[in-house]
């Protein structure tokens, strides 16, 4: 085998390495799967953020997620957070469908006592007290199992960062950003990252985070 063919062999087989290692094994081959896969390989540790419901009531999540028996922090309830503006003539609203579906699933198989479901703006500017209650009125969001909620902007970069989301403003004077499934265990780890109409994946993870 002469030089030539060895070099570029080893070329190949460099190149090839790194494909495997940066694509997870040929799993993956964009951002978001990537986040997806970290998601559920590192559980990482969420901050503690406030946010103001869509009936003015301030929440710390994951903190404040009690369960009804007040049992300690390790048995906090599971958090599933999505990321939506509310004037989104699109994606967040198909979310808000799916997420009204995901609610009926969590009752009819037990499993709502356990859960807590916030649609968290990333447009707290433009996003009032309001327009999250309209927004929940219009995909049946009560506040007892799912709310709409919003962090105060100095918080949003953090919030945003923690789960990853990338938002980016568009030529309409909307937004552009990944919509999924974000679900909290209750040690406050982020623990799955699914798509929002992946019902039956969320609730496979409810019961997961339960064990």
């Not at 599933?80 to 808000?96: D, H, K, N, R, V």
């Not at 500017?125 to 995909?139: K, M, P, R, T, V």
Request: proline letters at 5%; aromatic letters at 6%.
């Amino acid at each position: 085998m002469n030089a030539a063919v060895t070099a570029s062999l080893i070329v190949a087989l460099v190149g090839s390495t790194c494909l495997w290692n940066t694509t997870y094994g040929l799993q993956v081959f964009t951002a978001e799967g990537a986040r997806r896969i970290d998601a559920s390989r590192e559980k990482r540790l969420v901050p503690n953020v406030a946010l103001e419901t869509m009936t003015g009531a301030r929440l710390q999540i994951p903190s404040d997620l009690r369960s009804a028996d007040q049992s300690p922090p390790d048995r906090r309830k599971i958090a599933i957070l999505e990321f939506i503006y509310t004037s989104c003539p699109t994606i967040c609203q198909t979310a808000g469908a799916d997420l009204a579906h995901l609610v009926a699933q969590l009752r009819a198989k037990n499993l709502d006592q356990h859960v807590k479901i916030l649609s968290v703006s990333f447009d707290p500017q433009n996003d009032g007290i309001s327009d999250l209650a309209s927004y929940g009125d219009a995909h049946g969001a009560d506040g007892t199992i799912w709310t709409i909620a919003r962090p105060p902007q100095r918080d949003l970069p953090k919030l945003l960062d923690a789960y990853g989301v990338v938002v980016i403003p568009n030529e309409f004077g909307g937004f552009e950003h990944n919509a999924a499934l974000h679900v909290v265990d209750r040690k406050g780890r982020l623990t799955a990252i699914l798509d929002t109409n992946d019902v039956k994946g969320a609730v496979r993870a409810t019961r997961q985070a339960l064990e």
